[in-house]
């Protein structure tokens, strides 16, 4: 009778338990599936911005090849990565991110040493004097710098997922050679 008595005091008491569990399941399932999302969403906006950015430098290679007196300027079309690095640490994993910084790093080091020989012109070319111009170097940052943008493109696409990141180890003794070369570092 006690027994009974006791039961029926405690029974709303684990209903209400059993459904407040089965509500946080609920809505970390429903956050998992949101996160999800999200993270798809970065990355097909971080693979576009990347082909955009690979359409330019094929752009600036055809340029290089023709000796033109100028380049395209590749910092006004990198907006996604620039407004989502904060998102990049919740929603994607530690080599994804590892490439995609490596890929916009490289933009930045390429667009440095085409600055330092050149004028940038409205935001959105370097013109220079075809004289002056280290035109095999450029061409070689712009064409690494073009494949290493399709690998990670690929890993975004979830075609390469284990593959290693390919960024050339050279760059830094590159930038240190064009930098020195350009002025902007004492000889070593």
Known sequence: ?????????FTPVFFMMGMIAINHVINNQRADRRTAAE????????????RALQDIYKRNLQLIEKKADHILSTRSSVIVYRGSV?????????????????????NERIEMVIAARSNFKCGLTYQF??????????????????ADISFVCRALEGHDRNAPAPISAA???KFDRLTRRAGLQPQA
């Not at 798809?40 to 576009?48: E, P």
């Not at 904060?86 to 490289?106: H, N, S």
């Open 86 to 106: 904060a998102r990049l640490t919740m929603l994607l994993d530690d080599p994804l991110i590892e490439q995609i910084v490596g890929v916009f790093a490289q």
């Open 1 to 9: 009778m006690v027994a009974d008595h006791l039961i029926a005091q």
């Open 171 to 173: 760059w830094p003794r």
């Open 39 to 50: 993270a798809l969403r970065l990355r097909a906006a971080l693979a576009a911005e990347l």
């Open 129 to 146: 004097a075809v004289a002056e111009a280290a035109f095999e170097e450029w061409k070689t940052m712009y064409a690494e710098a073009a």
